[in-house]
């Protein structure tokens, strides 16, 4: 029996009906996991996959492209931002491609991962130093460090192949062994 008539079942056995079940459903259906942004070109994906690589790389354990974290930064940016922090998150965008030209006389994505570094560090610095206005919205290289991670460490990759993932925790372990190097746990 599938999960729709069961609860129609459930539905006609109670009396009640599942007012915009059909619309509820719709968003369990493979086809939404292929989320295409309408306000993210292809080259702006490509440029926070770069991004998002270089804060977190791949090593012995996968990076930020293998989580898919810059589909997650566009679907969080055109769902969950307000309108001011969205213009921020995309300007940005456009002065990362500024600085790299500026510094380097290339794009971001044409220059040495040791350049993209350099130049993530040195904005990581901007954006420490910035003082944010009242209201105003913070550095958008803050933004994207901070969607880096949460998509990251949020994903399936990032749970199961970099942290200790832990479905369902059992009791309190006040007193757990630990040895330096293991990584940290991951609780779902």
């Known amino acids: 029996m599938n999960r729709r008539d069961m609860l129609k079942m459930i539905s006609l056995a109670t009396g009640s009906a599942l007012i915009g079940g059909e619309l509820l459903f719709s968003a369990c259906t493979p086809d939404r996991r292929d989320y295409r942004s309408p306000n993210f070109s292809r080259n702006d994906v490509d440029l926070l996959a770069e991004i998002a690589e270089t804060i977190l790389p791949r090593t012995t354990t996968p990076g930020a492209k293998d989580a898919n974290v810059a589909e997650f930064m566009t679907k969080i940016v055109d769902n969950c931002y307000f309108e001011a922090d969205?213009?921020?998150?995309?300007?940005?965008?456009?002065q990362i491609e500024v600085v790299s030209t500026q510094k380097y006389s290339k794009k971001f994505r044409e220059i040495s991962a040791e350049q993209r570094t350099e130049m993530l560090v040195e904005l990581d610095a901007e954006a420490k130093a910035y003082q944010r206005p009242d209201g105003a919205p913070r550095h958008y290289f803050t933004m994207y460090k901070q969607l880096v991670l949460f998509g990251f460490f949020t994903s399936e990759v990032g749970q199961t192949k970099v942290l200790r993932h832990v479905p369902i925790p059992g009791r309190y372990d006040g007193n757990m062994d630990y040895k330096k190097g293991d990584p940290a746990w991951a609780l779902g």
Do not use: Q, V
Not at 86 to 94: A, E, N, V
């Open 86 to 94: 969205s213009k921020t998150f995309h300007d940005g965008l456009k």
